[in-house]
């Protein structure tokens, strides 16, 4: 199976990354990506200071994870004196090195940064949502380099094809989509206190729980701009999840929350079950994935729900879950043809798949 992937000259064994954040945050976590096979290496987000970090700093949930983390908490001069120059003594694949924030930090970082490089990704951030501001970053990042940068949009961008409209026009190659989301809060109840939270008292949510606006910011993104190059980042935890990214418009995909849920062997467990998941969902390649246009067919009017019966184990989840009351429990599941709206939830809530919708 050819797991292969190009984009801007750039050439990837496989599509995952790692995104930027604590598990790329020194040489030795990016030679530990490297050696699980990851297609490229992202670093942690690099910025002309280093960060303070509130401890504890990371918080996990079922599917989520909140963050107080920042950018990197090693100056400048540390990864241009000691973790870039020791991680290019092996480095066998393409190095995408993240940086942020302003257009002052990228006068400063990108020229320092440009040799380590193979591909810059910019993270926004902290620098607000005016998009005249985002131009005239990507601007200066233009000015300093000719390798390939991605700008990467924080979901309170309130235009992303905007967004990827500005950055096309001044000299960006892409878009990473999408950071993570917030400001978000943990509260304990028990000690009348916020938890895991900047002076502000916030953080920053990731994992699962964010896929499905990552995926809808990823197709929004490219189907404004097919000719930018889009990174799939926000949820990912196996490989479903990177195939629905591919088709949903992204070149490659990136990935941290979940191996922070789910331990560091991920990225090699995902890496080897995508021949047989692409296999399965029969495609031959990641790039017939990516060449795949997806369809989108609206009906308006749709049968009852269907009960097979010798599925059903009466559980009465889809008596309990129907919002129109449309469903009872008389000798058998029977569905209310007058009380019915056909909105699909009892079919995808039935734990033995014993409800169907023609």
């Given at each position: 199976?050819?797991?292969?992937?190009?984009?801007?000259?750039?050439?990837?064994?496989?599509?995952?990354m790692?995104?930027?954040?604590?598990?790329?945050?020194?040489?030795?976590?990016?030679?530990?990506?490297?050696?699980?096979?990851?297609?490229?290496?992202?670093?942690?987000?690099?910025?002309?200071?280093?960060?303070?970090?509130?401890?504890?700093c990371?918080?996990?949930?079922?599917?989520?994870?909140?963050?107080?983390?920042?950018?990197?908490?090693?100056?400048?001069?540390?990864?241009?004196?000691?973790?870039?120059?020791?991680?290019?003594?092996v480095?066998?694949?393409?190095?995408?090195?993240?940086?942020g924030?302003?257009?002052?930090?990228?006068?400063?970082?990108?020229?320092?940064?440009?040799?380590?490089?193979?591909?810059?990704?910019?993270?926004?951030?902290?620098?607000?949502?005016?998009?005249?501001?985002?131009?005239?970053?990507?601007?200066?990042?233009?000015?300093?380099?000719?390798?390939?940068?991605?700008?990467?949009?924080?979901?309170?961008?309130?235009?992303?094809?905007?967004?990827?409209?500005?950055?096309?026009?001044?000299g960006?190659?892409?878009?990473?989509?999408?950071?993570?989301?917030?400001?978000?809060m943990?509260?304990?109840?028990?000690?009348?206190?916020?938890?895991?939270?900047?002076?502000?008292?916030?953080?920053?949510?990731?994992?699962?729980?964010?896929?499905?606006?990552?995926?809808?910011?990823?197709?929004?993104?490219?189907?404004?701009?097919?000719?930018?190059?889009?990174?799939?980042?926000?949820?990912?935890?196996?490989?479903?999840?990177?195939?629905?990214?591919?088709?949903?418009?992204?070149?490659?995909?990136?990935?941290?929350?979940?191996?922070?849920?789910?331990?560091?062997?991920l990225?090699?467990?995902?890496?080897?079950?995508l021949?047989?998941?692409?296999?399965?969902?029969?495609?031959?390649?990641?790039?017939?994935v990516?060449?795949?246009?997806?369809?989108?067919?609206?009906?308006?009017?749709?049968?009852?729900?269907i009960?097979i019966?010798?599925?059903?184990?009466?559980?009465?989840?889809?008596?309990?879950?129907?919002?129109?009351?449309?469903?009872?429990?008389?000798?058998?599941?029977?569905?209310?043809?007058?009380?019915?709206?056909?909105?699909?939830?009892?079919?995808?809530?039935?734990?033995?798949?014993?409800?169907?919708?023609?």
């Amino acid at each position: 199976m050819n797991l292969k992937t190009e984009f801007d000259g750039l050439k990837l064994s496989n599509p995952l990354m790692p995104a930027a954040g604590p598990l790329v945050g020194d040489t030795e976590k990016l030679i530990f990506m490297k050696n699980a096979g990851c297609g490229a290496v992202v670093t942690k987000t690099i910025s002309t200071k280093d960060a303070h970090i509130p401890k504890p700093c990371i918080y996990a949930g079922k599917d989520y994870v909140m963050n107080s983390e920042l950018w990197s908490e090693y100056p400048k001069e540390k990864w241009i004196e000691e973790f870039l120059p020791e991680y290019l003594l092996v480095k066998d694949r393409p190095l995408i090195i993240s940086v942020g924030y302003t257009k002052d930090d990228m006068e400063i970082l990108i020229p320092l940064l440009d040799d380590f490089a193979d591909a810059f990704e910019i993270s926004t951030h902290y620098v607000g949502t005016d998009l005249h501001v985002i131009a005239e970053t990507v601007k200066t990042i233009r000015s300093h380099t000719e390798k390939p940068f991605y700008m990467k949009i924080s979901p309170h961008i309130p235009n992303p094809a905007g967004f990827a409209k500005v950055i096309k026009e001044n000299g960006a190659n892409g878009v990473v989509a999408i950071n993570s989301l917030g400001p978000t809060m943990k509260i304990d109840i028990m000690s009348r206190s916020i938890l895991y939270g900047n002076e502000s008292g916030f953080v920053w949510t990731s994992g699962p729980v964010i896929k499905n606006l990552a995926l809808a910011t990823v197709y929004t993104i490219k189907k404004a701009e097919p000719s930018l190059t889009v990174i799939g980042v926000g949820g990912i935890e196996n490989a479903d999840d990177v195939i629905e990214f591919l088709l949903a418009g992204a070149s490659g995909v990136q990935m941290l929350s979940a191996a922070l849920l789910k331990g560091k062997q991920l990225y090699e467990k995902i890496i080897n079950d995508l021949p047989k998941r692409l296999e399965f969902y029969g495609f031959n390649s990641i790039e017939e994935v990516i060449e795949t246009a997806l369809t989108n067919h609206v009906l308006y009017k749709r049968t009852l729900p269907i009960l097979i019966e010798e599925k059903c184990i009466h559980c009465n989840l889809c008596v309990k879950v129907c919002p129109y009351f449309a469903i009872d429990m008389l000798d058998k599941i029977t569905f209310n043809e007058k009380k019915c709206f056909e909105c699909g939830l009892c079919v995808v809530k039935c734990p033995t798949n014993a409800i169907i919708m023609e």
